[in-house]
């Protein structure tokens, strides 16, 4: 008897889990290892036939059964965890959905009031100020002159302005506190119209649209106070009114600056007096010469208005002065009658980039015509009192000019300024008549 030679042959199953039992980002492997065996025979021999290969295929069935309830078990688990894990993300994710929501309704709140908050724009400065004076009776303090005092500290200027800048609307709102008070300074609404976006209509209380310094502001000025011509003719420099404006930023027109307004023409302050408007306009210009660093600025300028003379000793009374014998001549009955007053004027500025040293500019402005005035040629006509007793009115023709030579020192941030400022109350007269004998003229 030849015994059979027996070949065994080992065979690896590898079974992979589902997505479920995949932990860690690695994969659960169950590997069964079977054997099995092949039976190579010499002589027909029935030694590991029948019985023997049934018991083997119900081991493996058996292993096979065991192995797919204990995987089917784990898949329902697993399923279990995975639907508990998918539930929980979804509310984690529509939980954060909401937040973020709420932040974007927050930020879109706070957006929405940071650009109506970037639209105002508030400003301001203030000038202290202390006066000597030579004489006694000078220095005014609340509007009056004191027989007392002759040096004292002061508040010039105490600006606070609140701007609101809508692009085709702004509102501006300026007030000046000083030892005397309160006051009104800009309170006007401007409006332009949306196509060119060069013509504007501002209304309110405002600069009056004549010459370069009236409208210059006081914060930017080199020089502790503005010329005296400006001073008298143009007090308190604003006035109420409205204004029409032609400026186009970019265009062939570029150059060109038109402003013409209406105005009571009693200052910000003063109520009118009269039914008549002053009108005052003027038309400037630039010429900017870049490749040489050089600007040319200027402009022309016109006033026309009326005063009414509301004097009542002797029916009014008016005087004006003869050119023949230097000599004011009276006029009654003047009560209720109207008399121009009315200015011409002409501004230059020029602005020069000198290499090393910094920026110089040479500007000036003159200015002549009628002014009537009260008694005293620096007096503003206009009703203080009512009924007005003792308000004659002066017809005076006057004349004034300034001039600033300026240099900026970079190197040193210093700036030199030079000024020379020229008024004539009465150009009918000169500084001898009033030490002729001939004449009846007396300063003031």
């Known amino acids: 008897m030849i015994l059979p030679f027996i070949y065994r042959k080992k065979v690896m199953v590898k079974i992979d889990a589902p997505p479920g039992l995949r932990k860690g980002g ?26 023997f290969m049934k018991k083997v295929s119900l081991s493996l069935l058996s292993i096979l059964t065991v192995v797919g309830i204990a995987f089917a078990q784990t898949k329902d688990t697993t399923a279990a965890e995975t639907n508990q894990t998918t539930a929980s993300a979804d509310e984690k994710i529509t939980n954060l959905k909401g937040e973020v929501d709420g932040l974007s309704e927050s930020y879109a709140e706070t957006k929405s009031t940071v650009a109506a908050l970037s639209k105002i724009k508030v400003s301001g400065y203030i000038q202290a100020q202390y006066l000597v004076n030579d004489v006694m009776n000078v220095l005014s303090l609340n509007g009056v002159k004191s027989p007392y005092v002759r040096q004292a500290f002061l508040i010039k200027r105490g600006r606070l302005k609140t701007t609101y800048d809508a692009g085709l609307c702004q509102y501006v709102l300026e007030i000046d506190v000083t030892q005397d008070g309160v006051g009104m300074k800009d309170a006007y609404a401007s409006f332009k119209e949306p196509w060119m976006k060069a013509l504007s209509l501002t209304v309110g209380s405002m600069d009056r649209p004549f010459g370069y310094e009236v409208s210059y502001s006081s914060s930017m000025l080199e020089s502790p106070e503005r010329s005296k011509m400006i001073g008298y003719l143009f007090p308190k420099e604003k006035d109420l009114g409205a204004m029409l404006e032609f400026a186009q930023e970019e265009g062939p027109l570029s150059f060109l600056n038109v402003k013409a307004g209406v105005y009571n023409g009693m ?25 040489i660093g050089l600007d040319i600025d200027g402009g022309v300028s016109g006033y026309k208005g009326l005063m009414t003379d509301v004097d009542t000793t002797t029916g009014g009374r008016a005087y004006s002065m003869d050119a023949s014998n230097h000599q ?44 009537p005035t009260k008694a005293g040629a620096d007096d503003f006509y206009s009703i203080t009192v009512a009924p007005p007793t ?49 004449t009846s003229l007396t300063a003031g």
């Open 390 to 438: 003792s308000d004659a009115l002066f017809n005076r023709e006057i004349m004034g000019y300034y001039a600033y030579f300026i240099q900026n020192i970079d190197p040193a941030n210093l700036q030199l300024v030079v000024k020379y400022d020229f008024w004539d109350p009465n150009t009918t007269i000169s500084a001898t008549d009033f030490t002729n004998a001939n």
């Open 328 to 371: 004011w001549d009276l006029t009654t009955g003047q009560k209720g009658k109207t008399f121009d007053r009315q200015y011409f004027g002409a501004d230059l500025q020029l602005f020069y980039a000198t290499p090393v040293i910094g920026g110089t500019c040479v500007k000036g402005e003159y200015v002549q015509g009628k002014h």
């Open 26 to 51: 690695g994969i659960v492997e169950t590997i069964f290892s079977i054997t099995l065996y092949k039976i190579i025979e010499t002589e027909k021999v029935s030694f590991f036939k029948g019985g």
């Open 267 to 291: 200052t910000n302050i003063l109520n009118e007096d009269n039914d008549y408007k002053d009108i005052i306009g003027r038309i400037g210009f630039k010429a900017p010469f870049q490749e």
